[in-house]
């Protein structure tokens, strides 16, 4: 089993910044791909960030060049850096830690708010 515990949300004032962090532990391994996913109140989730385990990053288009996603060396903690925030960012946010090669293998922390105020 794997724990994800997710940290750094708050309120901030458009145009802030804010970094989120999410600890793994438990069983982890080396292969996972992590995640962060926000969701308005109302709103579906969204996925938000993607780091690959090679490294490689995606992100959704509404926050391509203002968020950072990022990992510790040991991977087991993922980070997103939120820059330039608006108010449109508000939403509770999740981090979810899968392996693409065993489907059972998916875990999501409890989610954080983050709120932004205009």
């Known amino acids: 089993q794997v724990q994800l515990v997710e940290s750094g949300g708050g309120l901030v004032q458009a145009g802030g910044s804010l970094r989120l962090s999410c600890a793994a532990s438990?069983?982890?391994?080396?292969?996972?791909?992590m995640e962060w996913y926000r969701q308005a109140p109302g709103k579906q989730r969204d996925l938000v960030a993607t780091?690959?385990?090679?490294?490689?990053?995606n992100y959704a288009a509404s926050v391509k060049g203002r968020f950072t996603i990022s990992r510790d060396n040991a991977e087991t903690t993922v980070y997103l850096q939120m820059n330039s925030l608006k108010p449109e960012d508000t939403a509770v946010y999740y981090c979810?830690?899968?392996?693409?090669?065993?489907?059972?293998?998916?875990?999501w922390g409890q989610g954080i708010q983050v709120t932004v105020s205009s």
């Open positions: 438990g069983s982890v391994f080396s292969g996972h791909t």
């Open positions: 979810r830690m899968y392996y693409p090669v065993f489907s059972s293998l998916d875990y």
């Open positions: 780091i690959f385990s090679g490294g490689n990053t």
